[in-house]
């Protein structure tokens, strides 16, 4: 079973923190719509929604997915880069805490979870505005021992590394763009991060009309996608990726994916 650690719309979401993009009014009632959609859509796809206790005062709050990251039997609590958004960290600690061995991100370190892309044996990290060398390199320290290698990856023109890339499934024993086996297929935006960095991995590129198309969520073998960007859609069912469209217009406006609003873990036991 999945669980899935979501959080309310705030009503100050308006004020949220914006780097790439400029202001525009956000609608509370639409978003907090296109959030209830998400999480029926997570539901759909087999996940028990479980939602922290509400941060009205936080502006950033709905965006869970920067305060964890989950592995196998261990749950990292960040630094988020966003002094703003330190305070969101405490109740997911709270949450995850009765299921999975916790480590902590510690000042001077910084690291935003949108900025952490795991794939088989190897934890790909954005140095971004808001992740530093030192949280990659305390995160480092953190997988060592469950064998995971961490390889940190410059990312330009957005906020995230999984803004530019994401997984968007595996293929047992296809052949990766430098002649290496590999299953892992990538769904990427090459103009914010160099593709060379996931040599011998498949490689979906958006369409160039959706520069944000490349985070995408894969739940049990869907991806879901912002109904936003149909032609990536398309690009990801004519490779054999199902897909399913959720409405995510008025989140983009405070620079959040569909990655962005969720947390998720096996439930063991
Ligand atoms: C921020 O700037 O922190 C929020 N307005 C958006 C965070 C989106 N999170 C993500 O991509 N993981």
Redo the contacts with the bound molecule.
Sequence with gaps: MLLAFTRAVPPSIGR????YIAREPIDYARAVQEHAAYETCLRALGCEVRRLPDAPDLP?SV?V??TAIVFDDLAVITR?G?AS?RPERDAMAAALGPHRRLAFIESPGTL???DVLVTPGRVFVGISG?TNPDGVRQLATHLAPLGLDVLPVPVSGC??L??AVTVAGHRPGARGSQGATSDTILVINPAWVDPAVFAGLALIEVDPQEPAAA?VLRIADRLVCAEAHPRTRQRLEAYGLPTVAVPAAELAK????V??CSVMLTRRG
């Design positions: 949220c923190e914006l780097t950033d965006f997915e920067d988020p966003a958004r935003d979870g949108g808001r906020l995230h999984k803004s985070n405070a620079e959040g994916g990655t962005c």
